[in-house]
Each structure stands twice: as C-alpha cells, then as structure tokens.
C-alpha cells in the first residue's frame, strides 16, 4: 500500500492530470502540505509578496498561456488579500484556479486562527466554489474545478482545501484519479444565421471587424487570417484578443489605438464583433446606432446584451470562423481601410507629433515612442495606470499574442496589475523584452514584487511614467472642482528607482528626453529586474481621462 | 466671409441652446473645454468657450485650446460644418480638408452636442 498525504494527492493530480506547471503562491501554515506536495511532483512556485499578486499573476497566465492559471494561498488574510486579483479575473473571464487555506475543520465554530466563511465571500466572483471535506476526493474536485474554469465561458474558481485533509494520509489505491477528457461536442450557430452572417460580411461597404477576449482563449489564429484575409475586413483585436493577429497586419487598426475604433465605428455599415462584450469601454453599443451587428459569443446570453444584434452566432469564435469562411466571398476594402486610415490620422494630428518631438518635461507619448523605437514590435508590453493606460494602449505594438496587454483597462479597472502581468509575460516569454509602462500610482500597489523578481529573476523592465499624481483623478477633479480644490490626488516626487536598488534591482531616474534610450539600454544590459523612474509632464491630460469624467457628467 | 459668418451664427445658437434646450443644458452642464474652430491659415478662427453651463466665444486664431477642428479652407468648412450628411466630417478628414488639433474627444464631444440642438 502506497500511503500519500491530501497535499501531496493534490499536486500528483495537477502535475499528472491538469498538466500544471506553475502555481503562483505566498507560503502559510494552512497550506504548508501542498506546496511541498509541488516540490515532491516538480511543480515550479512563484512565491509573492501579497496574494493580490499572486492571483494576478495566474490571471495573466492564462492569457499569455491559453491554458488555466493556478494561484495558491493560505486562510484568511491570504485569502482576502486575494480578493481584488479574484474579482479582476471574474470580470475578465479569465480561466483562473484558486486553491485555499482554510481553519482545520474540526475547530468549526471554536474561534480558530482564521476562521471565516471565505466561500459564501468568494462566491459573487467566482464561476465555481467550493469545500473538499474528504482527502480521497481532492482529485475529483479538481478535476471539476478545473473543468469549471476552463469550459463554456472562462473564470475563475475556488477551492478550499482544510489542513485537515491536506495533512492527512491515505492510501493511493483507495483514490479515484479522474482523467482530463476533452470532448468534441460544441456549441453551434443554425445554419440559417450563418447565412444571414455571411450575406452581411459580403454586401458591406464599410464593415469592421472587432474581437476580444473570446478570439484570444479559443486559439483561432490561424482560422481568424483566413476570415480576415478572404473577406478583406479591416479589423481591431482588444483585451486578451490582441496580438491574435499581429498589429502589423496590412488590415489591422489597432495602430490608431482607441482613436481608430472611435472614429471608425461611427461609419461602419456592418461590425462583426467576436468575442467582445459591449460594455462601458465600448459605449454599450451606442457608438455605432445604425450599423449592422454580427456577434459570435460562445455564451448566448452575451449576444443581445446592451445593443441587440443584426445576426447572432453562439459558439466558439475559432468554430464559428471556420464556419463562415467557405460562405464568404473574397472582397476587397482597400479603399474604405485607406479612408478610414486617412481620418483616424487626422484625428491623433497632436499626438503623432507628441511621439516625434523630444520635450521638456516628457510628454508620455513620447516616452511611449521612445520605448517602441528600442524593442519595436518583438516584445511584451503592459500599460497599467489610468492616462497611462491610454498612452500604452494608443502607442504601443507587437507581433505576439497578447503582445500588448492593459489589464488596468478591463472592467474592474483594477490598478497595480501591470507588474503582475509583466511577471507572468516575462516566465511565459523569457526570451524576449517585457516592458510594464506604469503610471507613478499604479506602482505603488505592487512594486514589493521586485522583491520576487529578484529572488527568482524575473528581468521586466519597468518603466514608471512619473507625473507625481493620480493624474486621472487629478485632471478629472481640475475639471469639476476646480484646480484649488484637488484632493487626495497629488503623490509627489518620489524616486522609485532606489526603492527597486534596494531590493536588488537596476535603478535609474530619467528627466531628459535624450536620456530615456541610453538608460533603457543600460537596464536591458543589466540584467536585473529595472525600474526607470521617468519624470513626465504633469499637465497632460488623456482623452482617457476626459471619457472618464464625462462618465459620472450625468450624475 | 461665409464661414465667419456660419461660426459667429453657431456661436449664437449654442449660447441661445445653454439656457433653452434641456436636453444640450444638462450636456455641457459639467463641461469645461476650449474649442477652436479655425482655417488652416489662421484668418478665419473662433474658439468655443465651455464652462459648466455657460457658453462664450473668441474671435480670432488662438493656442490655448484643448482641441481645434482645422479646416483646409473656409469654403470647405463651411460646406462640411452645414453638410446635412452625417459622415461629411468623417469624409473631409479622410480626404485632408480637415484635422483635428490637441485631443479629438473634446471634437467628438463638440459634434454629439450639436446633434443635439442642430
């Protein structure tokens, strides 16, 4: 008889079953069995500095992986820590794996260290939850938890897991390992809406194609080019479907940033929008009345939502796209694509000059250019921040899938998951650059996790856009209080680059344009985790952050 | 002369609008930008004045706007601002008769506005 504890059952299943690589964690007493449950079955950990990190950190590799995230972390304030990096993957429909701590449940109702209803807490955010309360079932949960997080629509799930039956031995033959079955059976539009789809892809005049998220998970690269390329759509891929394509295609618009969107939708006769939920950042739909609407959405629920669409396709984009392509016909937009090009670039006059000429103080788009000129389009950007967002997404590209991610842009609008994300690029990517742009309050939120690249050398470059404020809120409160009356908006000088040298990183600050390239370069050939701590103009304001305020005008 | 004319005549309907039309008063309730509405030579220019509410304007070139709709020439401007169509501006920037200077969300916001009173 071989006898094996609950932790170690719990890793043997992951590694063996789920193919579980690594697992992004913060060490406690309730949860001490697991982890040396990955060390005995060769699972890699990253250890973080606060839980909010770690499950941001499994969150983002979901997204540069396709496959799900695993995060570990211990009972009570590991679990809560945990909370906002939860709730961000929920509302990102990320395939995130949350395993937890809990109080022996034997001490139920006792006031045990931690003892809490973490379930009933986690349960609005989370796709699935639960308790395991025998040692022989961990795999069978598991298995549904994983299965839960990764089928239909993705998200986030929980686990608890009491040391009870983390601790506990029992005898391998007594446990049931379930398999990991893939089944072939899938959601599927009638054939009489694929018709009507491909009759409006082919009698559009000025037809856009949008993806999201949804394009990004259903691995449909090769399925969405032959869409694409046949039916000569002109297209932007946002959130976690970026870099699906890449930027650089001759029919992509994701150079003009949000102003290429905002200024194409409004004319588009037919949007084919894959994927993609038309929620605030899309204006719920009201960007484009009269246009034409074909939404592929492997969650029907999602297709009327908002905006009620022209045709409705249910199903996974990369089906959905194969089954369109043969009823397509081969078009030609050329001419719509050169317009469109044409007017966006008439729009963004000031910030393509912005990202020419050098300025004292930096202005961000010029930061942003600077950036680009020295990695071009073979490495992984993040933009975390509230204008920063909106200076990384308008100015950075990449020929990767999820080359460029702004996870502060999601709907949770959740700051501080830049360097997260740049972790989670860098393991995923190590031969390339990663590059988190982060607004100097952003920072502040998860900047300790130097601390973890250092201790398992993790290079990302930070590079901070420092204009001493919240600079959204700030600029937002000039507005509607009036530039004597800002409150809590203002941080300071601050240099961020020493506290990433004292944690054993490259630092440097940077106030001149012509020394942002010299100090890049010097960080890459460090190669340390670098924070170039790049002090910008305060002044500047995004259109970010005037969409943001007219958001709360009718308030 | 025509196009001075149209953007003294536009000036005077949004002041009109920000005290009689509901609909436009709550709009630009909270609004505090600076339009500039000019040709490319700089001859013909008037800057649209939005402070919470209250509706002003300047004649003449300036620099202190946050965008700036810069037409080719004032026979375009005027046919397009008076365009019945709705993607008229769309088409004139697309064909280089007009740019937008500083940050074109404060232009998108100016055009939803007068779709509101116009």
């Known amino acids: 008889m071989t006898t094996i504890t609950g932790g ?3 890793a043997k299943y992951m590694q063996e079953v789920e193919k579980v690589r690594i697992v992004f964690t913060l060490s406690g007493g309730h949860i001490e069995n697991i982890l040396d449950g990955f060390t005995q079955y060769g699972i890699k950990t990253i250890d973080v500095r606060h839980e909010q990190a770690a499950a941001m950190m499994a969150h983002a590799w979901s997204i540069y992986n396709n496959e799900p995230g695993v995060c570990l972390v211990t009972a009570g304030p590991g679990f809560t820590n945990a909370l ?3 709730a961000n993957a929920h509302l990102d429909n990320a395939p995130l794996v949350v395993l937890c701590g809990r109080h022996p449940l034997r001490d139920d109702l006792t006031g045990a260290l931690q003892e809490m209803n973490q379930v009933d807490m986690v349960k609005p955010i989370t796709k699935w939850c639960a308790t395991c309360y025998d040692v022989k079932r961990i795999p069978e949960y598991l298995n549904i938890a994983f299965r839960q997080a990764t089928m239909g629509r993705p998200g986030p799930v929980f686990l608890e897991l009491p040391p009870d039956i983390l601790f506990a031995p029992t005898a391998l033959e007594a446990v049931s390992i379930p398999a990991r079955k893939h089944h072939k059976s899938v959601v599927s539009p009638d054939s009489t809406e694929l018709e009507d789809a491909a009759r409006l892809i082919n009698e559009a005049r000025r037809p856009i194609f949008m993806g999201g998220s949804g394009v990004g998970f259903s691995n449909s690269r090769q399925s969405l080019a032959a869409l694409i390329e046949k039916t000569g759509i002109p297209f932007a891929l946002l959130n976690n479907g970026r870099g699906t394509l890449p930027d650089s295609h001759t029919l992509c618009i994701n150079d003009g940033g949000f102003t290429s969107i905002m200024t194409g939708l409004p004319q588009a006769d037919v949007i084919v929008a894959a994927g993609i939920r038309f929620n605030w950042v899309l204006q719920s739909g009201k960007l484009f009345p009269n246009a034409k609407v074909i939404r592929i959405d492997n969650d029907p629920t999602e297709i009327d939502r908002n905006r009620p669409a022209t045709v ?3 199903g996974d984009c990369d089906a959905v796209f194969k089954q369109l392509l043969p009823m397509v016909d081969d078009r030609d937009h050329s001419e719509w694509i050169g317009k469109l090009r044409k007017a966006y670039a008439a729009f963004m006059t000031t910030e393509l000059a912005q990202r020419e000429n050098p300025s004292h103080p930096i202005h961000p788009n010029r930061l942003v250019a600077r950036i680009m000129e020295v990695f071009g389009d073979d490495a992984y950007y993040v933009a975390d921040g509230g204008d920063t967002s909106y200076f990384g997404l308008a100015g950075f590209l990449s020929q990767h899938k999820s080359g460029v991610q702004v996870p502060a842009g999601s709907l949770l609008g959740c700051l501080g998951t830049g360097i997260p994300f740049a972790m989670a690029g860098k393991l995923s990517h190590p031969d390339k650059p990663v590059i988190v742009l982060n607004g100097d309050g952003s920072f502040g939120f998860n900047s300790m996790e130097f601390d973890t690249c250092v201790r398992h050398n993790i290079p990302i470059i930070c590079i901070v856009n420092n204009d001493c404020a919240w600079g959204m809120i700030k600029h937002s409160q000039e507005i509607s209080l009036g530039e004597d009356r800002c409150t809590c908006s203002e941080l300071g000088m601050r240099h961020y680059e020493k506290m990433v ?3 054993g990183g490259y630092g440097e600050l940077v106030e001149k344009d012509e020394d942002i390239i010299p100090a890049i370069e010097r960080a890459v050939q460090s190669g340390k985790p670098a924070c170039i701590n790049v002090v910008t103009d305060p002044t500047v304001t995004s259109p970010a952050t005037v969409i ?7 308030l | 002369m025509r196009f001075s004319i149209l953007l003294f005549a536009l000036a005077q309907i949004l002041k009109i609008a920000s005290f009689s039309n509901s609909r436009f008063k709550a709009y630009i309730n909270k609004a ?4 500039l509405i000019k040709t490319a030579d700089g001859k013909r220019a008037r800057l649209f004045v939005f402070d919470k509410g209250k509706v002003s304007s300047i004649s003449g070139d300036r620099k202190d706007f ?9 026979a375009t401007g005027f046919s397009v601002m008076t365009s019945k169509y709705p993607d008229a501006s769309f088409n004139a ?8 200077e500083g940050m074109s969300v404060y232009a998108q916001w100016l055009e939803d506005g007068l779709k509101l009173i116009i």
């Open chain 2, 66 to 74: 946050d965008a700036a709709l810069v037409w080719r020439d004032a």
């Open chain 1, 501 to 503: 040298e004292g944690l």
């Open chain 2, 32 to 35: 505090q930008t600076r339009i």
């Open chain 2, 93 to 100: 920037a697309a064909e280089g008769k007009l740019s937008v």
């Open chain 1, 84 to 86: 906002t990096g939860i």
């Open chain 1, 312 to 314: 409705g396709l249910a």
């Open chain 1, 548 to 554: 943001f305020y007219q958001n709360f005008t009718g």
């Open chain 1, 8 to 10: 170690h059952l719990a």
